[in-house]
């Protein structure tokens, strides 16, 4: 009788990977996916609701336009501040530690808004809450290059960035609503504790490719061809041996050398200094300039958020469409971009129209366009070098976020000095054109940075 052949556990591994390459691809990177849009929705409803909260927050506690400008931009001093701090935080305890404990924090500051009753609480909480959100958008940036290939990252990037807005879209008029009923500190609470769960939420669903029970081995490998599944410790766990970076202080200035770095940098301040507007002066624009009553405010101020978050879809998936009918990452990655921000530049036409209809159609125009040229941290994931993506998306929003800083203040000092809007709307628009610019004729070639000793 012949003998059963004997399989090795060597022959057993390789005819498992076999059978697993040939298997139907699962889709678990999808499930992350979602993970970071939900999550990214509520970052900008804790940022953004001191913005819807303000018509009515600055009558109870007797606050100006130059200091709501001073109140809007703090947040920033402090998310900028913290940018370095957070990615080298990131590249050494990994996505799913940092994110469940920025989440965490962040909706704490934003719970504990509510409970203020002066300038100086307000101050402290939008500075610990600038701390704590500080690596959201450098995890998301890790968590994209990880888990999905680069035929798909403009894609995965535009999904979760549309978080920003679709959140405010839809949540706006429940939030109007809401503070015509229980007064502008329900709102803190609401969205504060909105975060804290989720945060439990993440901290129980998400994990690295290899360690996540839905990826399998066709999954993997698709990603990996791809070149995802660059980070190769898994920190699923708290108690896993954090990593060494290899960080020097000098890197910085190493990157900032390169072109492509400080062109993106300047370019994403110039499109985020037309979503800064949205986020923080926007409903008081509407209700001081336009003269709209509450229920009109959170009616119309859905337009402008849809708009973009169609914006920004539209601009991820030209440009991965782009990229996989064989044009270069030049014309796919930075082609929507610079339509986006020349489009944004627009929104100064606002200044010269009565119709409040015509005045909301400017400006979802000009909100549309800005979210076309929100892949900028697509752009991060290509260019990064090995290793340091955490520290180079830190750099990256550093920059970028100086328009929080910066777009407030000026925006508030211009209304105070003035009376009106217009000047303001005519420096968002000067700077887009400005970001445009800088895509044109200092980004130059999307590659990956190598850092040559």
Same mark, same amino acid.
């Given at each position: ?48 609701? *001191? ?227 949205? *986020? ?62 020349? *489009? ?57 976020? *100086? ?51």
């Amino acid at each position: 009788m012949p003998q059963p052949i004997q399989s090795t556990p060597a022959d057993t591994t390789r005819q498992a990977g076999a059978t697993a390459s040939s298997a139907r691809r699962s889709n678990a990177r999808y499930q992350i996916l979602g993970l970071l849009a939900v999550g990214t929705m509520i970052n900008y409803l804790d940022r953004t609701v *001191l913005g819807i909260a303000a018509p009515q927050l600055t009558k109870e506690l007797g606050i100006n336009a130059a200091m709501m400008g001073l109140l809007f931009s703090v947040f920033s001093w402090s998310y900028v501040a913290s940018q370095i701090p957070g990615g080298l935080f990131l590249d050494r305890f990994g996505s799913k530690l940092t994110y469940f404990l920025s989440m965490s924090f962040w909706s704490l500051c934003t719970l504990a808004q509510g409970l203020v009753h002066g300038i100086a609480g307000l101050f402290v909480f939008r500075l610990g809450l600038g701390v704590s959100e500080a690596p959201c958008f450098p995890t998301n940036s890790r968590v994209v290059a990880t888990w999905f290939p680069q035929s798909e990252r403009a894609m995965a990037t535009g999904t979760y960035t549309v978080g920003e807005y679709i959140g405010l879209a839809f949540f706006s008029p429940f939030l109007f609503m809401l503070m015509g009923a229980f007064g502008w500190r329900s709102l803190f609470y609401a969205v504060g504790g909105v975060g804290i769960v989720f945060g439990g939420i993440w901290w129980l669903l998400y994990r690295e490719p290899r360690d996540h029970p839905s990826a399998n081995q066709a999954e993997l490998d698709y990603i990996e061809a791809g070149g995802g599944l660059t980070q190769r410790h898994k920190d699923t766990s708290a108690a896993a041996a954090p990593a060494k970076s290899g960080f020097e202080w000098r890197t910085i200035g190493r990157l900032l050398k390169h072109r492509q770095l400080t062109g993106i940098c300047l370019g994403q301040f110039a499109g985020n200094s037309t979503l800064v507007f949205f *986020l923080t002066w926007f409903p008081t624009y509407l209700a001081t300039e336009r003269h709209m009553g509450w229920l009109k405010i959170g009616f119309f101020a859905i337009m402008p958020f849809i708009a973009a978050s169609i914006g920004v879809m539209f601009g991820g998936l030209f440009s991965d469409w782009l990229l996989r009918r064989g044009k270069s990452p030049n014309v796919a990655r930075k082609l929507p971009i610079i339509a986006g921000l020349l *489009l944004a530049s627009t929104i100064i036409l606002a200044n010269y129209v009565q119709s409040n209809v015509a005045v909301i159609a400017i400006l979802s125009v000009a909100f549309f366009a800005q979210g076309m040229a929100a892949l900028g941290w697509t752009l991060v994931s290509d260019i990064a070098p090995e290793g340091l993506l955490g520290v180079t998306g830190g750099i990256f929003n550093f920059a970028a976020n *100086l328009a929080g800083i910066v777009t407030p203040l000026v925006v508030g000092f211009i209304v105070a000095a003035t009376g009106s809007f217009v000047g303001a709307l005519v420096f968002i628009g000067v700077i887009a054109l400005i970001g445009a610019l800088s895509y044109i004729f200092i980004v130059g070639d999307i590659k990956r940075i190598v850092l040559v000793d």
